[in-house]
């Protein structure tokens, strides 16, 4: 039986398209509306709200949560000081990617973390014997709201004085409509943005009180559509697009290592740091012997042969903002496959078509050139494009201390 999120009583009439499609067993819009254009540009101008409830979410406790974390996540999880988040991944002994997520850091010896599949037993059999640690499915106790934007914190700001302190990625307990909640200044968007976790039972009670406040800022529900749309510009992974969980592959080739990923900025202090993480010789290997198979890049679409491709046939060029996360290869000059896309979308904020792309190493660099294949009139052709550096689209606000 399909679930049914804590904030379904006030998204579901909302959705007028009535597209509905499962996300971990729950039911969750595709669109509220016919333009989702018009929910992207929420998100870039205004505030969008955005209900993330599926995620399956995790509490990590004991007085030895933090040794435990430290020999499981990749990243330094000592780092992450109480009161703040981190954006992070673990990974199985060869080195491949497991999953990544969110981890919370909200008191002293409690963490909650969540991911995009089931992690409960793997993390509970990773407990040792005599480590302090309790771990705890609190998936269905929480409700998560992702309220994204430049006008987010306006939005906040009426309902609690703790927003206005929050940096990139910290957290704070807190109130709103006289309900607790935990807020972080995070997101998937690549905008300014906070997630908000409430108890199921006060979920609703919350939706509306942003609604409330929101309204003389256009807050507009957005669905799964576009947060795809939205993590494109902004160079986010996803998991089962960018990268597939190692616990579920069966060859090397369906495996990906955080370094090709882009992920080694998490391992630059990696000398100083003396934690046995799980795959930690692997990737320490692939950093010295430089083996990576490929890089995680940005691609850009040169407009002119693109628009020239289609004109020769006696075609408009189209320019669609859906999201087309598959494989569209890539070549160099010769015509040799040098890679392929993972997510590929015309920006409608950046009006231009980019891509995210994995490609062999020597042609990673920015700037060099390549030839994305595109089906056109069911036939493959081949239009001009370079690497760029990602995110496409990183506004200031979304990380800056000082927000007015």
Known sequence: MVKKTPFYPRTGPLNETMLWEHWAGYL???????????EYYSIRNSAGLFDTSPLF?????????????SGVLARDIRQCKTGQAQYTIWCDDEGWIL???VIMHVSDDEYWITSAEPNLRYFENLVGYNQDVTITDISD????????????????????????????????KTKI????????????????????????????????????AGAGYNITPFGQKVLHMARIDAGLLLIDIEFHSARFAWTDEQRSSPIELGFGWMFRNLKKDDRPFIGRRAIEKEIQEKSSRWKLVGIEVDWESYEKTYNDLGLIAPKDPTPIEE????????????????????????????????VVPDMAKVGTELQLEL????????VKARVVKMPFFNPSRKTEKQIS
């Open 28 to 38: 969750v819009a595709q669109k509220y509306q016919y333009s989702e254009v018009y």
């Open 57 to 69: 979410k995790y509490s990590i406790k004991g007085k030895d949560a933090t040794s435990f974390l």
């Open 99 to 101: 999953e990544d997520g």
């Open 141 to 172: 106790d929480y409700g998560l709201l992702a309220l994204q934007g430049p006008h987010s914190l306006n939005i906040l700001n009426q309902l609690t004085k703790a927003a206005k302190k929050l940096g990139y990625f910290d957290l704070v």
């Open 177 to 212: 409509a006289k309900k607790e909640i935990v807020l972080s200044r995070t997101g998937y968007t690549g905008d300014l943005g906070f997630e908000i976790w409430v108890s199921s039972e006060d979920a609703v009670a919350v939706w509306d009180a942003l609604m409330e």
């Open 327 to 358: 494989a569209m290869s890539l070549y160099n000059d010769k015509k040799e496959w040098r890679g392929h896309t993972t997510s590929y979308i015309f920006s409608t904020i950046l009006k231009k078509h980019i891509a995210i792309a994995k």
């Open 375 to 382: 089906m056109i009139n069911d036939r493959p052709r081949l």
